[in-house]
């Protein structure tokens, strides 16, 4: 479907280049545009928890965020209407490097949407990175936020599982202000919960259920602070999640759902990124996660499980070399409620585990910039998980579907890579 569908488009391309220019044709408005980041890497994960597999030292090929799309902007009367439509590309056959178990699916949807924008601003409607996903970006220097070196993992994450912030939001609508005073301005977006199902009988109230899983209504605001050659940008973020996914809610501590019509969460960020003069930059980072569900046999039992998480960055350009570090640093969880009382043993959550849920990641990266579209890299990078803590890279983790158990509870995860980026 993936296919057929980036067939059609680029189809569409060629006829609106071949098209009349008149008033009513994109002919000469759309453009065709991508990115090939490929490296070579060499990564293992020892010290997981006993009885459990080892990864050892294993080298691939990682396909880090490729993409390939086609967008166009067309000047109307009182403003412009703009388009998008975008894929991920796999360029290492293993579905993001995920291992025997993954599809070989050459494509996947990236943001794409459609919009109209004029003096006061821009609306877009489709599948966006809104505000919180957006700055995500903005935690690290890496080119597209990519490679396992980047230090998305304890920085969007919850103890290693991704409860939605960090991801493309399906159905939504976005805002995005003019430029106001001094460089400042800010994003609203808004995601339906279109795929939720109530109703009574076989959809059972509600519709959150295994069979029915929720989908979650989502908004998010974003606040920017860029202003005309200034020392410091200002970044911020704030995301709420309501009926979220209760598969990814429960893993996070091995406690069972009770409710899964009652999952609520909050992601709140903070970046600040400055220019330092004569190629130094740095960066420091915040983020808070906050996440109340039903726990335990009973349906009224309320609980909470929260992380907060920090990371300092510096960059270095010398000529056409640039020279990157990051450490980052993410709290032991603090479960409360139900959350606590309905533990056990072997969960996250109980009292004799959740100390050991703390974990830090260092990442080293060079880079030489050929052109502002061409670059060739170097990193290197480690996570040190707490004794009950499961982190892993972001975008190829070392953990895969060809290994057993579905977490590395503590886990040291260590890659480093060389490759090439190159944009069109």
């Not at 569908?5 to 044709?25: R, V, Y």
């Not at 995301?239 to 009652?262: F, H, Q, T, W």
């Not at 960020?269 to 569900?293: P, S």
Request: some cysteine; hydrophobic content about 35%.
């Amino acid at each position: 479907m993936n296919k057929t569908i980036l067939a059609a488009a680029l189809g569409l391309l060629t006829c609106a280049a071949q098209a009349e220019t008149s008033g009513n044709s994109w002919a000469g408005l759309v453009n065709l545009y991508g990115v090939a980041d490929v490296t070579l890497e060499q990564v293992r994960s020892v010290n997981q928890a006993p009885g459990t597999p080892q990864i050892n030292s294993r080298t691939r090929v990682s396909s880090n965020n490729s993409l390939l799309g086609i967008k166009g902007e067309k000047e109307l009367l009182d403003g412009a209407a703009f388009f998008q439509l975008e894929y991920g590309v796999i360029y290492d056959g293993q579905g993001n490097g995920t291992g025997a178990g993954s599809s070989n699916n050459l494509l996947s949807v990236r943001d794409s949407f459609v919009g109209f924008k004029n003096k006061y601003g821009a609306l877009q409607a489709g599948v966006l990175s809104l505000p919180m996903r957006q700055i995500s970006g903005m935690l690290n220097y890496n080119p597209g936020s990519t490679s396992i070196s980047n230090n998305i993992p304890l920085m969007a994450t919850v103890n290693g599982v991704n409860v939605g912030f960090h991801a493309r939001t399906n159905n939504a609508v976005m805002y995005t202000s003019p430029t106001l005073l001094e460089g400042l301005k800010f994003q609203v977006g808004y995601a339906a919960n279109e795929g939720l199902v109530s109703g009574p009988g076989t959809f059972n109230t509600g519709g959150c259920t295994s069979n029915y899983p929720c989908s979650p209504n989502v908004s998010s605001l974003g606040l920017y602070w860029e202003p005309a050659n200034a020392v410091m940008n200002l970044y911020v973020a704030s995301e709420r999640r309501k009926d979220m996914a209760s598969s990814a809610v429960a893993s996070i501590s091995d406690v069972a759902i009770s409710n899964p019509n009652k999952n609520d969460g909050r992601d709140s960020r903070v970046v600040a990124r400055f220019d330092f003069g004569d190629g130094w930059r740095g960066l420091v980072g915040a983020d808070r996660i906050d996440i109340n569900a039903k726990y335990g046999a009973r349906t009224g039992d309320s609980g909470s499980i929260s992380r907060s998480a920090s990371t300092l960055g510096i960059s270095k350009l010398l000529g056409k070399h640039e020279f990157s570090a990051y450490v980052s640093q993410s709290s032991a969880l603090s479960c409360g409620g139900a959350a606590a009382s309905s533990a056990g043993g072997t969960s996250v959550c109980a009292s004799s585990n959740v100390k050991g849920t703390d974990a830090s990641q260092q990442s080293l990266i060079w880079r030489y910039w050929h052109d502002p579209q061409t670059v060739l890299q170097a990193y290197v990078t480690t996570i040190q998980n707490g004794s009950w803590a499961s982190y892993d890279f972001d975008v190829n983790p070392t953990l895969n579907a060809a290994f057993t158990p579905s977490t590395q509870r503590g886990a040291n995860p260590v890659g480093f890579g060389v490759g090439a980026r190159f944009a069109f």
